[in-house]
């Protein structure tokens, strides 16, 4: 079973940063590629960024580049996100989805961790 588990979310100012973290378990994530997305209230999810297996390649959203950067740790089995220069429209609950390739889907989940960026 693969198990996917979200952390590091919670309240920042405008400005600030946060470091979010998918723990897997259950499997290996070198044979996965990863991606984050978020959903505000009322919209629907989005992508917000991917990593390869490796952690060579990555790319992100428009909305996000230059401000978050995803990288992974295989030998922890852990992907982390990187946010910084946080705004309120960053306000979100933030998933990790985990994608075999090629051209797969994202078909393991976690169950999101939320991010409130606030005054």
């Known amino acids: 079973q693969v198990h996917l588990v979200e952390s590091g979310g919670g309240l920042v100012q405008p400005g600030g940063s946060l470091r979010l973290s998918c723990a897997a378990s259950?499997?290996?994530?070198?044979?996965?590629?990863i991606g984050w997305f978020r959903q505000a209230p009322g919209k629907e999810r989005e992508f917000v960024a991917a990593?390869?297996?490796?952690?060579?390649?990555?790319k992100y959203a428009d909305s996000v580049k230059g401000r978050f950067t995803a990288s992974r740790d295989n030998a922890k089995n852990t992907v982390y996100l990187q946010m910084n220069s946080l705004k309120p429209e960053d306000t979100a609950v933030y998933y990790c989805?985990?994608?075999?390739?090629?051209?797969?889907?994202?078909?393991?989940w976690g169950q999101g961790t939320q991010v409130t960026v606030s005054s």
């Open positions: 259950g499997v290996s994530l070198r044979d996965y590629a």
């Open positions: 990593i390869n297996w490796s952690g060579a390649n990555t």
């Open positions: 989805a985990a994608n075999p390739g090629p051209s797969g889907q994202y078909a393991y």
